[in-house]
T-cell receptor
Framework: DQQVKQNSPSLSVQEGRISILNCDYT??????FLWYKKYPAEGPTFLIS?????DKNEDGRFTVFLNKSAKHLSLHIVPSQPGDSAVYFC????????????FGKGTRLHILP | DSGVTQTPKHLITATGQRVTLRCSPR?????VYWYQQSLDQGLQFLIQ???????AKGNILERFSAQQFPDLHSELNLSSLELGDSALYFC????????????FGEGSRLTVL
């Protein structure tokens, strides 16, 4: 049972435009969400997170939006840069209940020149 | 460099064999997580330890076991290996639980022939 779903395996975006990566979750008990970025031959690295008490969190070019009623979150990257080409993983957890962090399958983002 | 060290980086073995993957967390991190990434799969949560004790368990097979030692390094033991166990195994560490950022190692790539 995939509790965190990233339905787009890949996405191509022109350099300078906005990249939007989507993530859906099924477990309404999740209350903390994270995005990780992974380059080939490296481990994932933390990008940005959001607590369920917020609906938006921004860090430079990266903004995460959370829609709790739809159980949906998205990561916006503006403007997209060549170095953003990577696999992006969405993750969800329940910090006050258990320590599991559940990841989606990832979306491969290609930034086109 | 995340500060998390995993060894070996690559391992090739035969079906039915047993292997041990090792993880040294970042200095000061008490939590260690193990994840499996198979082809076309996301990061599957296996198990988490906090300061030597098992804290959370995911879809870890009975043939797999793990432990965290007093010096906080962790080992993942995989036995009676099958072809389907071929995957990238990641270790991650954090200071506390999942509300904190996870720092991932570069992974151990296991190939079972």
């Amino acid at each position: 049972d995939q509790q965190v779903k990233q339905n787009s395996p890949s996405l191509s975006v022109q350099e300078g435009r906005i990249s939007i990566l989507n993530c859906d979750y099924t477990n309404s008990m999740f209350d903390y969400f994270l995005w990780y970025k992974k380059y080939p031959a490296e481990g994932p690295t933390f990008l940005i997170s959001i607590s369920s008490i917020k609906d938006k969190n921004e860090d430079g070019r990266f903004t995460v939006f959370l829609n709790k009623s739809a159980k949906h979150l998205s990561l916006h990257i503006v403007p997209s840069q060549p170095g953003d080409s990577a696999v992006y993983f969405c993750a969800a957890t329940r910090p006050n209940r258990d320590d599991k962090i559940i990841f989606g399958k990832g979306t491969r983002l290609h930034i086109l020149p | 460099d995340s500060g998390v060290t995993q060894t070996p980086k690559h391992l090739i073995t035969a079906t039915g064999q047993r292997v041990t993957l090792r993880c040294s967390p970042r200095s000061g991190d008490l939590s260690v997580y193990w994840y499996q990434q198979s082809l076309d799969q996301g990061l599957q949560f296996l198990i988490q330890y906090y300061n030597g004790e098992e804290r959370a368990k995911g879809n870890i097979l009975e043939r797999f076991s793990a432990q965290q030692f007093p010096d906080l390094h962790s080992e993942l033991n995989l036995s009676s290996l099958e072809l389907g166990d071929s995957a990238l195994y990641f270790c991650a560490s954090s200071v506390e639980g999942p509300a904190g950022e996870l720092f991932f190692g570069e992974g151990s790539r296991l190939t079972v022939l």
